[in-house]
C-alpha cells in the first residue's frame, strides 16, 4: 500500500538482518565450543531505595568476541533462541556464576536474591533443573535465594505443563520474577493463577516517571494490584533522583539502575559489598 519502493527497502533491512543473524549465529556456535571463555557475567546491584542497603543482584551476560569486540545480549541472546543455543550458552553462564559464588566464605550478609534470566524456551527443556542446581546449592549454602526471572509476554503464553514446572520450583524455594512487567498486558486473573513472587516493573515506566501523570498512575497501579496479590516489587532502569523519589513515594522501595550502580563484575561487586 505505501508503494513500491517501501517494499523494497523493507525486503532489504530483512534479508540484512537474517544475514547478521547468520553472521551472529555462526560466531556464537564458534565461541562456545572453542572459546566459551569470551562469555562472562556481570552482576547489577539491588537495592533497598530507602536505606540504600544491598538486597540482591542480577546475572547479565557479556560477550567479548575475539574479532568483532562486545556484542550486546539483546543481540545475540535471541539468536541463541531460535537457534537452541540457549542452553549452552547458559551453562557457560551458571559456571561463571557458580565460581564467583564458590569463592565465597558464609560470612557474607545473608538473604540476599541471585536473578537469572531464563528464556522461556528454557522452561520446556529437561535440562532447566539441573542446569539450575550448582546455583541452588551455592545460593542455600550462602543463606541467599535464587530467582529466576522471565518476560511478561512468555510467561502468559506457558502451557500448563510448564507452569507446574514452575510450582516445582516454587516448592524448592526458587522463587520467580515476572521480567518487564507492564509490557504485556497481563490480566489480573492470570498474574493470580500464576506461582510468581516478583514484579519487575519495567523501565519504560520508569524513565517516563515525573514527565506524566498517567505513567505516575499507571505505576501506582501496578504496586496496588502487586500488593493485592502479595507479590514483591522491584523497580528496573533507575536513572535520575528523581525516579528513585517518585517510586518511595508511590511506596515501591526496591529498584535497580544506573542510578545506584551499573551492572558489574564479580571482584567490584563482592569488594564493595560483600567483604
Ligand atoms: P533485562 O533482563 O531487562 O535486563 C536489564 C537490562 O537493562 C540490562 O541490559 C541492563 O544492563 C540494563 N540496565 C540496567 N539498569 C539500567 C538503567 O538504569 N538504564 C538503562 N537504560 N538500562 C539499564 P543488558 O545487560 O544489555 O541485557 C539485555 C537483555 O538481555 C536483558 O534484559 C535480558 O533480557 C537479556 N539477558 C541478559 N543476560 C541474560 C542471560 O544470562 N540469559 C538470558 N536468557 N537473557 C539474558
Ligand atoms: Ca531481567
Ligand atoms: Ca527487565
Ligand atoms: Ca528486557
Redesign the pocket.
Known sequence: NAGRSCFHRFRQDESERSLQEQRVAEALVESLKTTPEEFS??Y?PQFDLTSDRLIGM????RWDHADIGPI???EF?EVCERRGL?HE??ER?VACVVADLSSLTTAVPRGLGLA????AGQFADARLLALIEPIVSQTRRLGWVPEL?I?ETHLMHLSPRYRRQLEAFGRDGVRIAV??FGTGYSSLAYLHELPIHILKID?QFVARLGEERRDLQIVSAVLGMARALELEVIA????TDAQRQHLVQLNCLKG????MA??MRWAQLSQRWLM
Open positions: 557475567v556481570v547489577q542480577e546475572v547479565l551476560v550486546s545480549p539483546a541472546i540457549i550458552l547458559m553462564v537469572l534470566n531464563i528464556s526471572e518476560t521480567d518487564d523501565r528496573e532502569g533507575i536513572e535497580q539502575g544506573f542510578l551499573r551492572p
